[in-house]
């Protein structure tokens, strides 16, 4: 019996910085400016930079940068927005709460990463935004997307709700598109010790307005000028977010070398069945999550070596087991089961393996070692 591996671990990151972040929660505290605070507008700042843009205006979770960050780029009712099938239901809640019509469409079964010529085919005339899903922690292309966006004159809106920092072709997500939803959900790769998101953009106005959005609709107070709503991400959380955002890079370069080591380890079992999610943004890809598919070749099932592993200790996930138009509380969409073989097929293949800053290279030779072990 090997040692046991948990599926994250976030007390790797916290432990070095624990005073840190009591240091700064005792300083919101003292101040008391819990609600748009001083610790909030540095965060914003700071994240925007990171990011390579100029506003940030943060919210209280990756869900609601969707869904008020879609209305804040002016995308209303009657607009279709088209999104990938395989992805967290809060991508299409957020398009659902914009107000907009949504429109899946299927993915690519190597990258797991929305496609972009069922994109382009289910282009119509109410079409105005594409909203690619940076999965998994790597960047849909800039280059394909701009020349689509350009072509058919839509409003990129990236979900980098698992892609902090992530690179591809030179850009970062939340810069390719008008604006990026984040999510500080404690277990992203930058997360807060509770719920919290953020709209990146490099559009003033956007800026403008989603500010307005998360604040009852007003620029000033008292005077409301359309129906927002109370969105803004607490101090205490952005205070906190401001101690790790400066260990960010490190902890994504140890996310990829933690998937560089998989991958070496992994390529034997190709033939077995075992195959990674493919990595088209070498370094730039930011492994929210490490996920391989078990295909054909295989001789267990999915559930079978998922338990083998578990019994050894070795925590997996699965992200995610059932694609956004066969859940139920969506058959009104009237979307059917085949329609998006891909992320179906996914959806019944992909094992998401331990990953987790700090994740240690006889850590993956345990898991690894326990996989080989249980197909062989
Ligand atoms: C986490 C996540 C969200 C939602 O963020 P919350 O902060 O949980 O509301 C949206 N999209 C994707 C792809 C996510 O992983």
């Given at each position: 019996m090997g040692v046991s591996v948990p599926f994250v671990d976030l007390s790797v990151q916290h432990a070095p910085i624990e005073d840190e972040i009591e240091r700064a929660i005792a300083s919101v505290v003292e101040r008391?400016?819990?609600?748009?605070g001083r610790a909030l507008g540095e965060f914003e700042a700071a994240f925007a930079r990171a990011c390579g843009v100029e506003y940030g205006v943060g919210v209280a979770c990756g869900t609601d940068a969707i869904a008020l960050g879609l209305q804040a780029c002016g995308i209303k009712a009657g607009d279709e927005v088209i999104l990938p099938a395989n992805t967290f239901i809060a991508t299409l809640i957020g398009v659902l709460r914009s107000g907009a019509t949504p429109v899946l469409v299927d993915c690519e079964l190597?990258?797991?990463?929305?496609?972009l010529d069922a994109a382009e085919r289910a282009i119509g005339p109410q079409t105005r935004g594409i909203l690619p899903v940076h999965l998994y922690g790597q960047m849909v292309s800039p280059e394909r997307l701009q020349q689509l966006a350009i072509a058919h004159n839509l409003v990129i809106f990236e979900d980098a709700a698992q892609a902090h920092l992530a690179e591809r072709e030179g850009k970062k997500a939340g810069s390719v598109g008008l604006a990026g939803a984040f999510s500080f959900y404690p277990s992203k790769n930058l997360g807060g010790i509770g719920d919290g998101g953020m709209l990146v953009t490099g559009d003033r106005e956007v800026a403008q307005k989603m500010r307005t959005l998360r604040n009852?609709?007003?620029?000033?107070?008292?005077?409301?000028?359309e129906i927002g709503t109370n969105s803004r991400l607490d101090t205490l959380q952005a205070a906190v977010l401001n101690v790790k955002l400066p260990h960010l890079p490190a902890w994504n370069r140890s996310r990829n070398a933690a998937a560089s080591h998989y991958d070496r380890l992994l390529a034997p079992l190709r033939d077995l069945g075992i195959v990674p999610i493919l990595n088209q943004s070498g370094t730039g890809h930011v492994y929210h999550l490490y996920v391989i598919r078990i295909d054909d070749r295989c001789p267990l099932d999915r559930q079978t070596l998922q338990d083998k592993l578990e019994a050894q200790g070795i925590q997996t996930g699965i992200h995610y087991p059932i694609p956004c138009h066969l859940q139920p509380g969506y058959r009104h969409l009237g979307y059917h089961p085949g329609q998006f073989p891909h992320a179906e097929q996914l959806c019944e293949q992909i094992l998401s393996l331990p990953m987790y800053p700090g994740l240690d290279l006889p850590q993956i030779e345990t898991v690894v070692e326990a996989i080989a072990l249980a197909i062989s």
């Open positions: 008391g400016d819990f609600v748009l190597d990258t797991a990463e929305i496609d009852y609709g007003a620029p000033q107070k008292y005077r409301h000028v």
